[in-house]
């Protein structure tokens, strides 16, 4: 079992940066898949980013490559979301969550634990 607590949100103008971070407890935490999802107001949950276990391979969502970096600390229980070159459309509720059975990671469906959320808001 895992559990999960986002944090790192914030307001930020368009051209910025933001550092989102999800600590994790439990003892397994290193045999867990790690993704970040973001939900905006009146749209569906959409895949962010998503990381191995080991941190030897991730996958990012269209709307995000080449500006967000996954990343994670096994030995800390840390994932983070390293996001620049941040625009008005990702605003949005953003969600870390955990796979413990190895799905495919783009889809919500696969991660057993989410966290709370925290709100990234970018103005333009």
């Known amino acids: 079992q895992v559990q999960l607590v986002d944090s790192g949100g914030g307001s930020v103008q368009a051209g910025g940066s933001l550092r989102l971070s999800c600590a994790a407890s439990?003892?397994?935490?290193?045999?867990?898949?790690m993704g970040w999802f973001r939900q905006a107001p009146g749209k569906e949950r959409e895949f962010v980013a998503a990381i191995s276990w080991s941190g030897g391979s991730t996958w990012y969502g269209d709307a995000v490559k080449g500006r967000f970096t996954i990343s994670r600390d096994n030995a800390e229980k840390m994932v983070y979301l390293q996001m620049n070159s941040l625009k008005a459309e990702d605003t949005a509720v953003y969600y870390c969550a955990a796979d413990r059975l190895g799905g495919s990671p783009w889809y919500e469906s696969s991660y057993e634990h989410w966290g709370q959320g925290t709100q990234v808001t970018v103005s333009s």
């Open positions: 439990g003892r397994t935490f290193s045999n867990y898949e």
